[in-house]
């Protein structure tokens, strides 16, 4: 059993509908995503801005409520659950935000942000706490002085592992990291990344990492799926995403990423136009108005989401499993 598998989960958005007006459509931002997270593992989740990534994260989570779909967590439906069953088990599934700042209470010292989850679900109070909150601050790197000061008196780095302490302080199995590194530098997105690994392994989290950037996530993920206006549309091991992308729209993502291994050729794939309006995607591939490889079926008829013998999923219809290599 997966520790966490989405079954056509959809989340949709109303568009309009204001005081005067009536509601003229509906964004759909997840629409009809099917997915498995092994315990232990990191599950690396690509897409352009907008295309739907956060907003899967905070619906896994039940962060906001999805229009439809199954969430299972360790085989139980959380969708499902009444909102006491749904506190206890959101214990074990925690969120590190993309702005360590704007997700910090500037008012709070940085002990009782850290601790604060432990007094919510019960765990530590007193002088317990405070011991957990000296643990945690150490276990990602910062220092027993830091306990009282405030956010603002931190870099974008410490108030990011701030974030992380805040997330392992209920000792959580399973966390969603949205952009953890998008704001941070680049020489500071390395240290934060190596702590998440770090932390996984001493403490065997499961992470879904959620990034606009393939880069960020290939070196702290075990498999990678990609997403388009609200839908996987390949999935597979990190080895094959990097180095034996299928879908047009992976190996356009991949084409604009800089690589340093001289052996690894590069096409590179000039993607035409903008995202289209997820309230009214294109029919057949929503790709497809983008993809230089399209065929005649693409504009007709939507692909699914379909696995080859080594679990490599992709909905395409010319570089699907069993079809163009
Ligand atoms: Fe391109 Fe057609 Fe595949 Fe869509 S289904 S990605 S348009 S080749």
Known sequence: MSLLEVRNLKKYFPVGGGLFSRRSGEVKAVDGVNLAVEEGETMGLVGESGCGKSTLGRSILRLIEPTGGEVYFQGKNL?????RELREMRRQMQIIFQDPYASLNPRMRVGEIIGEGLEIHKL????????????LLHQVGLREEHYDRYPHEFSGGQRQRIGIARALAVSPTFIVADEPVSSLDVSIQAQIINLLQELQEKMHLTYFFISHDLRVVEHISHRVAIMYLGKVVEIASSDKIYRDAKHPYTRALLSAVPIPDPERKKERIILEGDVPSPVN???GCAFHPRCP?????????????EFGADSHGVSCHVFGPGKRV
Do not use: F, N, W
């Open 293 to 305: 490889y399209r065929e005649d079926i693409c504009d007709k008829a939507e692909p699914k989401l």
């Open 124 to 135: 530590a109070k007193g002088k317990k706490k405070r011991d957990r909150v000296m643990e």
């Open 281 to 283: 995607p294109p029919p």
């Open 79 to 83: 969708l499902a659950m009444s909102q």
